[in-house]
């Protein structure tokens, strides 16, 4: 089946405490990228990557990294995670030149 | 700068009737624009698209009109389903970079 996956789906942690938020796809897509879900706001991307080893920032892309060692991966990094990083994140994909993304079911993280 | 824009948060409608969802953009670039649907505690999920080029793409109960002068773009659901009850958000894109979201319009189906 093709997917989207993401873990944790639920996290609350404290602020300060390093965290990864993994994601996978199993659809051989070049693209993939991050956002952020908050009220009144929709989706707002965070970093994207076209490719291997090719990453960069979104519109939001303050306190967060990011890595694409492997097509299928794309790992979302909170290096010293704050309040105002509670929010639902989903990762997505799809192939590069497309516009259809494909998401994961999201992560929903409380820092508090 | 929210370049794409759903000023309605919510929307109440009867089953079988017709669901219409707003969409409003400033970016004059934009080249294709995505409808996604997003039930609770699921990703959001692609429902329709339409090239700036056209100014309706069906798809079986879906329609989506685009009005380039008016910046605007809406979706019709026709006829509205309890099962269509979710968050609808609207999206825009430059030459499939750049992808902006609406804030979306959670949609309510009354049986």
């Known amino acids: 089946e093709a997917q989207v996956t993401q873990n944790p789906r639920y996290l609350i942690t404290v602020t300060g405490k390093k965290l990864t938020v993994t994601c996978s796809q199993n659809?051989?897509?070049?693209?993939m990228s991050w956002y952020r879900q908050d009220p009144g706001l929709g989706l707002r991307q965070i970093y994207y990557?076209?490719?291997?080893?090719?990453?960069d920032k979104g519109d939001v892309p303050e306190g967060y990294k990011v890595s694409r060692k492997e097509k299928r991966n794309f790992p979302l990094i909170l290096e010293s995670p704050s309040p105002n990083q509670t929010s639902l994140y989903f990762c997505?994909?799809?192939?590069?030149?497309?516009?259809?993304?494909?998401f994961g079911p999201g992560t929903r993280l409380t820092v508090t | 700068d929210q370049q794409v824009k759903q000023n309605s948060p919510s929307l109440s409608v009867q089953e079988g009737r017709i669901s219409i969802l707003n969409c409003d953009y400033t970016?004059?670039?934009?080249?294709?624009f995505l409808w996604y649907k997003k039930y609770p505690a699921e990703g959001p999920t692609f429902l329709i698209s339409?090239?700036?080029?056209?100014d309706k793409n069906e798809d079986g109960r879906f329609t989506v009109f685009l009005n380039k002068s008016a910046k605007h773009l809406s979706l019709h659901i026709v006829p509205s389903q309890p099962g269509d009850s979710a968050v609808y958000f609207c999206?825009?894109?430059?030459?499939?970079?750049?992808?902006?979201f609406g804030a979306g319009t959670r949609l309510t189906v009354k049986p």
């Open positions: 997505a994909s799809r192939f590069l030149g497309g516009y259809e993304q494909y």
């Open positions: 659809m051989n897509h070049e693209y």
């Open positions: 990557s076209m490719n291997v080893e090719v990453t």
């Open positions: 970016n004059s670039m934009f080249d294709y």
């Open positions: 339409i090239s700036s080029i056209k």
């Open positions: 999206a825009a894109s430059v030459w499939a970079n750049d992808m902006r």
